[in-house]
């Protein structure tokens, strides 16, 4: 069971169970004024394109049968390995200026490890 689920079910106290019921009418009011868009293939996006992250499409579902969470997801992962893919192609070295940023926050002598390139830089 989700967290969300949890609340929704009242197991965490009526606090977070009003809050969730709240949280349902605020999904199913952004699905009515197109804030949350649903295309044929049922994949959700919120008011700027992107593709639902798990925890909203999880809220969208329980107010419409429209979305598809298996479509959703797929189109997410498609959307996040193309960005991945896209920051990758533009890591260039650090400069000057962020080596000495990172030597301020992590200390002379350490080795910084960009984990999403897996990058290393030895300060």
Do not use: H
């Amino acid at each position: 069971m989700t967290r969300f689920q949890k609340e929704l079910s009242g197991e965490l106290g009526a606090y977070w169970e009003k809050e969730a019921q709240k949280e349902l009418e605020r999904v199913k009011a952004d699905l009515q004024a197109g804030k949350i868009t649903i295309d044929e293939n049922g994949v959700a996006r919120n008011c700027i394109g992107r593709v639902l992250m798990s925890d909203m499409l999880e809220k969208l579902a329980m107010v419409t049968d429209k979305v598809s969470v298996e479509a959703t997801t797929a189109a997410r992962d498609k959307e996040v390995s193309e960005s991945l893919a896209e920051y990758r192609k533009s890591v260039r070295p650090a400069t000057g200026e962020e080596r000495m940023e990172m030597q301020a926050a992590f200390g002379k002598g350490t080795t910084v490890v960009n984990i999403l390139t897996g990058e290393k830089t030895k300060l």
